[in-house]
């Protein structure tokens, strides 16, 4: 069979059609709306989930810091991880989601045994208050003389013990004492109220070096006030049963940047 041999110029390959500089504009303002859009969702989400108290913030504010220390020209460039955290973050929220609806398909009718009040560490304690505990950074003294002290309701949620129905979040620890038992200075401090509450009774509370504070209520007497200097150990009050209670004892709280914590941990750690 004859073929043409002639040579023939090289065709030339159909050249791409490139977009055109304003629908480049246009593309970038999409992706930067996405990324603001996304990010605002996702802020949305950790700031619910620091109101709840859920354990998944703490994970992402560990990563999205890790990331925003990468060095980069812009907030939402990509070399700065900034793009790569919220892709990450909700992908992790999303599978949190499914975990909690799965836990939600499968949950049983509560029973006499199971509606009973759960231990805080399950459930999201309410704004002001924490779930975890806290160890401050300088050393305290136990609230009560040694021997004395005892505890009879810690830190979280309970039926009302002056109405025996209802649930409430307990917000400090309960030490059993004597009425007249001498209350102690934690730390070193100075006292920022020292006066009458409806619910505390009788209370003080102490500002100490670095911001945290203690709060001891219920009390008969107040042996300080307001704007005064205290030393650890120093007797600050006696123990009462004013205030809403059923008996003598004294309510200890621990805050933290102005947030209450459990303070069971630094009591055991007390000296």
């Excluded at 050393?139 to 129905?165: D, H, Q």
């Amino acid at each position: 069979m004859w073929e043409d041999a002639t040579p023939k110029a090289p065709q030339r390959e159909e050249e791409m059609p490139r977009p055109h500089p304003r629908q480049q504009e246009r593309q970038g303002e999409y992706v930067l709306l996405a990324q603001i859009v996304l990010s605002l969702l996702l802020f949305g989400f950790l700031y619910t989930a620091k109101f709840m108290d859920w354990p998944i913030y703490r994970q992402f504010r560990t990563e999205f810091s890790t990331a925003m220390q990468a060095p980069g020209p812009a907030v939402f460039a990509e070399d700065r991880g900034f793009l790569k955290f919220t892709q990450q973050a909700c992908a992790e929220l999303w599978q949190s989601v499914r975990q909690v609806m799965g836990k939600l398909c499968v949950e049983e009718p509560a029973t006499a045994e199971t509606a009973r009040p759960v231990h805080a560490a399950n459930r999201a304690a309410p704004a002001g208050s924490s779930n975890e505990s806290y160890l401050p950074p300088f050393s305290m003294v136990f609230p009560l003389p040694e021997g004395i002290g005892a505890g009879t309701s810690g830190y979280g949620w309970r039926i009302n013990p002056v109405t025996g129905e209802g649930e409430e979040f307990h917000t400090g620890a309960d030490l059993s004492a004597a009425e007249g038992t001498p209350v102690l200075a934690a730390a070193d401090g100075v006292v920022r109220m020292a006066g009458t509450h409806k619910s505390y009774g009788n209370y003080i509370r102490i500002l100490h070096k670095n911001g945290d504070e203690t709060l001891y209520a219920h009390m008969q007497y107040l042996y300080v006030h307001a704007g005064q200097s205290v030393r650890q150990g120093q007797v600050i009050g006696a123990s009462g049963q004013t205030g809403n209670v059923t008996g003598p004892h004294l309510h200890f709280e621990l805050f933290h940047e102005g947030i209450r914590y459990d303070p069971s941990q630094a009591l055991e750690n007390a000296v």
